[in-house]
C-alpha cells in the first residue's frame, strides 16, 4: 500500500512509504550558535509498542557517507562519537508521532542532509524523507535590526513621557499668559500670602542689622 507524506519548509515532496504516514521539513534555516530543531512526525496504522525504532543520520554536501547520529527504541541513544558527539538531543514523543530531534552549538561545519526513518513493526518503509540544513552566521541586517527592536522599546516609551510633559508645561504657561493679559487679581489669601513673606523678610533684614549693631559695639569697647 502507498501513502503520501510532506515536507514543509521551502518545498514539498512526496514520499512512498508503507502504512506510515511521513512529515518532515524539507529545509531548514539555522544560524551559529542557535540551537536548531529538525522536525519529524510520523502517523502509522499500528499501535505505538517498544519495537518502535527511530534512526537519524547525517550525510555531508561533499559526500556520500552517511553517519548515524541518533537511534531510538525505547530510551534515547545520541551518537557519543563523530561530529554530533554530546550535541544531538531528543525533544520528540512517539506517543505523539514525533520524532524530533534537536542540535546545540550548531557550525557551519553541520550543513548537509539529515535523515529520519521510523520504523513501527509491522509497518515497513520503502523512501525516507530527507532535510537540508543550511547554518549561516547572522547578518548585520539581523543584529541592525534586533538593535532597533530594543531601541523602540526602550526610547519610544520615554520620549512619549517628555512630550507629555512638555504639553503639560506648555499649556500652563500659557494659562498664566492668558491670566496677566486679562487683568488677573491675586486672590485675598495670595495678597496674604505675599504680604506675609514680605514682613518676614523686613524683619529678617532688621534682625541681621541690629546683630550687626552689637558686634561692631563690642569691637569698640574692647579697644
Given at each position: 500500500m502507498q501513502q503520501s507524506g510532506a515536507a514543509g519548509g521551502r518545498g514539498c515532496a512526496l514520499f512512498p512509504l508503507l502504512s506510515v504516514l511521513f512529515f518532515q521539513d524539507a529545509h531548514v534555516q539555522g544560524y551559529v550558535g542557535e540551537k536548531i530543531k529538525l522536525k519529524c512526525t510520523f502517523k502509522s496504522t499500528s499501535a505505538v509498542t517498544d519495537k518502535l525504532t527511530i534512526d537519524w543520520t547525517y550525510r555531508p554536501p561533499t559526500s556520500s557517507r552517511t553517519?548515524?547520529?541518533?537511534?531510538?527504541?525505547?530510551?534515547?541513544?545520541?551518537?557519543?562519537?563523530?561530529?554530533?558527539?554530546?550535541?544531538?538531543?531528543?525533544?520528540?514523543?512517539?506517543?505523539?508521532?514525533?520524532?524530533?530531534?534537536?542540535?546545540?552549538?550548531?557550525?557551519?561545519?553541520?550543513?548537509?542532509?539529515?535523515?529520519?526513518?521510523?520504523?513501527?513493526?509491522?509497518?515497513?518503509?520503502?523512501?525516507?524523507?530527507?532535510?537540508?540544513?543550511?547554518?549561516?552566521?547572522?547578518?548585520?541586517?539581523?543584529?541592525?535590526?534586533s538593535v532597533a527592536l530594543l531601541s523602540i522599546l526602550v526610547f519610544v516609551p520615554s520620549a512619549?513621557?517628555?512630550?507629555?510633559?512638555?504639553?503639560?508645561?506648555?499649556?500652563?504657561?500659557?494659562?498664566?499668559?492668558?491670566?496677566?493679559?486679562?487683568g488677573y487679581k491675586k486672590s485675598s489669601i495670595e495678597v496674604s500670602d505675599d504680604t506675609d513673606q514680605e514682613e518676614e523678610d523686613t524683619c529678617m533684614g532688621r534682625l541681621c542689622v541690629r546683630c550687626a549693631e552689637c558686634l561692631d559695639s563690642d569691637y569698640e569697647e574692647t579697644y
Open positions: 553517519e548515524s547520529i541518533f537511534h531510538y527504541q525505547s530510551f534515547q541513544y545520541p551518537s557519543t562519537a563523530g561530529t554530533f558527539r554530546d550535541r544531538i538531543s531528543w525533544v520528540g514523543n512517539v506517543y505523539k508521532g514525533d520524532a524530533s530531534i534537536s542540535i546545540s552549538n550548531p557550525t557551519i561545519k553541520d550543513n548537509g542532509t539529515f535523515s529520519c526513518a521510523v520504523k513501527n513493526p509491522p509497518d515497513v518503509h520503502h523512501n525516507i524523507p530527507v532535510t537540508e540544513l543550511t547554518v549561516t552566521e547572522r547578518g548585520f541586517g539581523t543584529m541592525l535590526s512619549v513621557v517628555v512630550v507629555l510633559l512638555l504639553v503639560r508645561m506648555g499649556r500652563k504657561a500659557a494659562g498664566l499668559k492668558k491670566r496677566s493679559k486679562s
